[in-house]
T-cell receptor, first 116, second 112 residues
Framework: KAGVTQTPRYLIKTRGQQVTLSCSPISGHRSVSWYQQTPGQGLQFLFEYFSETQRNKGNFPGRFSGRQFSNSRSEMNVSTLELGDSALYLC???????????????FGEGSRLTVL | DAKTTQPPSMDCAEGRAANLPCNHSTISGNEYVYWYRQIHSQGPQYIIHGLKNNETNEMASLIITEDRKSSTLILPHATLRDTAVYYCIVPPSPGSARQLTFGSGTQLTVLP
């Protein structure tokens, strides 16, 4: 089974631009979660999508948004980039059945964004 | 999430057991304990989770005290590849296992 695939792996943007990151979950997984990792704040939850609906959202400004497609692939977008948005953005997939605690998140390798 | 406390760093000799402690004194009755690890520059990797019984899988064992206020992750025969940051996490409710709060974790260094 292929793992979680994130693209692009590395990218450089300048302040004010926007960026779109993509995540393909493990086949059969319907939940996709996004996390931001910075040296100062550590790993922080951004949002979770399940069956094309945002199910949970972390404490991030509205510049951070996402969506999920019918094939469970997900994208996140950051608009009006700031220097502080430089981070490793991680996507995680899971079976996502709300009716039981599935427990296990499978993370991708991340997309490393540098904002200049 | 129930607050967890872990030592910032630990060393372990290669081939020996690595015992990583975690305190979660405010844990409630239906909250699970999860362990993940992150090897440098990679995405976090799930290790194990448990509620109140001890758990074992191919990667590790999880020992939870009877009062559930602390737990220990055991890597029975640590290798150099086990050098990583280990996170102990207690999500607040069933269904929130995908909205994890990662603390600072424990940097485990396995020494040759």
């Amino acid at each position: 089974k292929a793992g979680v695939t994130q693209t692009p792996r590395y990218l450089i943007k300048t302040r004010g631009q926007q960026v779109t990151l993509s995540c393909s979950p493990i086949s059969g997984h319907r939940s996709v979660s996004w996390y931001q990792q910075t040296p100062g704040q550590g790993l922080q939850f951004l949002f979770e999508y399940f069956s094309e609906t945002q199910r949970n959202k972390g404490n991030f400004p509205g510049r951070f948004s996402g969506r999920q497609f019918s094939n469970s692939r997900s994208e996140m977008n950051v608009s009006t980039l700031e220097l502080g948005d430089s981070a490793l953005y991680l996507c995680a997939s899971s079976e996502g059945d709300r009716g039981q605690r599935t427990g296990e998140l499978f993370f991708g390798e991340g997309s490393r964004l540098t904002v200049l | 999430d129930a607050k967890t406390t872990q030592p910032p760093s630990m060393d372990c000799a290669e081939g020996r057991a690595a015992n990583l402690p975690c305190n979660h004194s405010t844990i409630s009755g239906n909250e699970y304990v999860y362990w993940y690890r992150q090897i440098h520059s990679q995405g976090p990797q799930y290790i194990i989770h448990g509620l109140k019984n001890n758990e074992t899988n191919e990667m590790a064992s999880l020992i939870i005290t009877e009062d559930r206020k602390s737990s220990t992750l055991i890597l029975p025969h640590a290798t150099l590849r086990d050098t990583a940051v280990y996170y102990c996490i207690v999500p607040p409710s069933p269904g929130s296992a995908r909205q994890l709060t990662f603390g600072s974790g424990t940097q485990l260094t396995v020494l040759p």
